[in-house]
């Protein structure tokens, strides 16, 4: 079986509302969604997310004007080696090689009639227990968003905070006055300008019994990071510090983190992602999987590494496609309870409908 051609196409999908976070406000995901042609009957499909500057119409371009024609002829079932040559072609565009990489992952497990997750070495849980986000807002909307999703059955929810510090902890006041004892992590998105301020927040932030603080500084400041981590007693999550497995290693190497927040986009694929899991298994440090957030096709990715991974510690964001309005998949991956289930039949499970992709196609 030979690839005869790579397609990439960008969509927006809307959200119900806008999300606010630090980093700004999302109105909708523009992602891209990938197409492997064979010389079979079997075509692939994946998923480029990002909320980054390229988004979907700029890891399209990057598919389509350099990948395709550089994999067009290749065996779509080497695809370590298909990896390490879009690694020598690109040193960033991690979204667009791995929508590219979890193509070639649906397409050997639609070939083998397997999950993708067998792929990685076998499933090791029936279900995934998930979080779920809150976007930045006034208190009682943010309350509101909260109540809604703890009677949805989630069990722990993300509030981002980083902006203004008074709100912040007016806001975590409300919902652990009014929602009670769910689980509650909260997300600086780099919010914090020093380590200094960031251990004065996050141990005022503290009394509101916080499982994990998420990226509290600047991803590249790793001696920060282990300044805060060593003067906090709520655990310190990384996110936006290690997108690589190469990140991975400077963030233990620096001692600057308790957990890892794990994307399959932001590694550039399912492999790399599953790289620092083991990395973190072997530094004896848990990992949650985050989102994008992703459409159905990336959250289906997400899912598979999560249903094979062992070392997920707390709950995951492998929910992405239920901050949007619509899909571009035939299929709902099943959500009960506040927990996945993992997405039905080969490769990836999700099949692409075509009238939703041309409804929400931008190029």
């Known amino acids: 079986m030979k690839i005869t051609r790579i397609e990439a196409i960008p969509v927006c999908v809307p959200r119900p509302r806008p999300f606010k976070s630090s980093l700004g406000v999302q109105q909708g995901s523009e992602n ?192 920060g990071l282990s300044f805060v981590r060593a003067n906090v007693q709520v655990p310190i999550m990384a996110d936006e510090s290690v997108w690589t497995p190469a990140d991975a290693m400077a963030c233990i190497r620096a001692n600057a983190v308790d957990v890892f927040n794990v994307y399959v986009s932001e590694a550039g694929g399912i492999g790399p992602a599953a790289h620092i899991f083991s990395i973190a298994e072997a530094a004896r440090l848990p990992c949650i999987i985050g989102s994008m957030p992703e459409l159905g096709i990336g959250t289906a990715a997400q899912a598979h590494l999560a249903f094979a991974m062992h070392n997920i510690g707390y709950a995951s964001d492998v929910n992405g496609f239920v901050y949007h309005s619509d899909d571009v998949i035939n299929e709902k991956l099943s959500i009960k309870e506040g927990y996945l289930y993992p997405p039905p039949g080969p490769g990836l499970g999700v099949s692409l409908n075509e009238d939703k992709l041309q409804r929400y196609r931008i190029d």
């Open 32 to 223: 891209a969604v990938v197409r492997i042609f064979t010389d079979s009957d079997l075509v692939g499909i994946g998923e480029a997310s990002s909320i980054w500057d390229r988004r979907g119409r700029g890891e399209s371009e990057t598919i389509n004007g350099l990948l395709s024609d550089a994999l067009t002829g290749s065996d779509p079932t080497q695809i370590s080696s298909i990896r390490t040559h879009m690694d020598s072609l690109l040193h960033r565009s991690y979204p667009a090689k791995a929508g590219v990489e979890m193509a070639l992952y649906d397409l050997v497990g639609k070939m083998l009639d397997t999950p993708v997750y067998n792929l990685l070495g076998g499933q090791v849980r029936d279900r995934v227990l998930l979080s779920h986000s809150l976007s930045m807002g006034d208190p009682q909307d943010i309350v509101e968003q909260a109540a809604r999703l703890a009677g949805e059955g989630y069990q722990t929810l993300k509030c981002k905070v980083g902006r203004d510090h008074q709100s912040d902890l007016k806001i975590l006041e409300a919902i652990r006055r009014e929602v009670g004892d769910i689980t509650l992590r909260v997300d600086a998105n780099m919010g914090w300008s020093s380590a200094k301020e960031a251990v004065r927040r996050i141990n005022e932030l503290a009394e509101f019994n916080l499982e994990l603080i998420e990226q509290p500084l600047h991803y590249s400041d790793m001696e």
